[in-house]
């Protein structure tokens, strides 16, 4: 009876796959993380912003033109993020470990990034008068939009936070 009876009761372990990520992944995982520090205040002054615009009867030039300069380094972290987390996201498309969350934050980036686009194509024109019923029902639309935006960015960032393997 040499052991060839206990060999076919032996559990038979297949050795999982090894999942190996490239130095570049590693160098766009830093760019994405450190945009999404960078972010977050980036939000809280495009927000404290837009709402001085929009309950100032005559908001100053200066304060419409760094609304402006805000939203577009919000744009260009966002379109960063956008292509480092969608590469990596792809690149870790094997392996499965924080498949889910990597895969539920990439989701909710994309429907953020929609979001801010509708932001974008929302905003009030400069050379509306604050007064006009039509110029407060845009800028109401376009700030429901940009929070809805920026809280679903803000709880997919926190999510990624938080949430570990």
Same mark, same amino acid.
């Given at each position: ?11 038979? %372990?297949?050795?999982?796959?090894? +999942?190996?990520?490239? =130095?570049?992944? /590693?160098? &766009? ?9 960078? +972010? ?15 309950? *100032?009867?005559?908001?100053?030039? !200066?304060?419409? =033109? ?12 966002? +379109?960063?993020? #956008?292509?480092?987390?969608? $590469? !990596? $996201?792809? =690149? *870790? &498309? ?7 969350? &990597? #895969? $539920? %934050? ?7 990034? @929609? ?5 974008? @194509? *929302?905003?009030?024109?400069?050379? %509306? %008068?604050? #007064?006009?019923? !039509?110029?407060? #029902?845009?800028?109401?639309? /376009? ?7 920026? *809280? ?8 990624? $936070?938080?949430?570990?393997?």
């Amino acid at each position: 009876m040499r052991g060839s009876a206990f060999a076919d009761t032996a559990p038979h %372990h297949t050795r999982p796959k090894a +999942i190996e990520y490239s =130095d570049f992944y /590693h160098t &766009r995982l830093v760019i994405h993380q450190v945009g999404s520090y960078v +972010i977050l205040p980036l939000f809280f002054a495009e927000y404290y912003m837009g709402e001085k615009l929009i309950t *100032s009867a005559s908001p100053p030039q !200066n304060l419409k =033109d760094a609304h402006a300069i805000v939203a577009g380094a919000l744009g260009v972290v966002f +379109i960063v993020n #956008t292509i480092t987390g969608g $590469w !990596n $996201w792809w =690149d *870790s &498309r094997h392996d499965p470990n924080g498949k889910t969350r &990597r #895969t $539920w %934050h990439t989701v909710m980036m994309l429907v953020a990034d @929609a979001g801010f686009v509708a932001t974008a @194509a *929302s905003a009030p024109g400069g050379n %509306h %008068h604050h #007064t006009s019923t !039509n110029y407060a #029902t845009t800028a109401q639309t /376009h700030r429901a939009i940009a929070i809805g935006s920026i *809280s679903l960015a803000t709880i997919s960032t926190v999510m990624m $936070w938080v949430w570990k393997n």
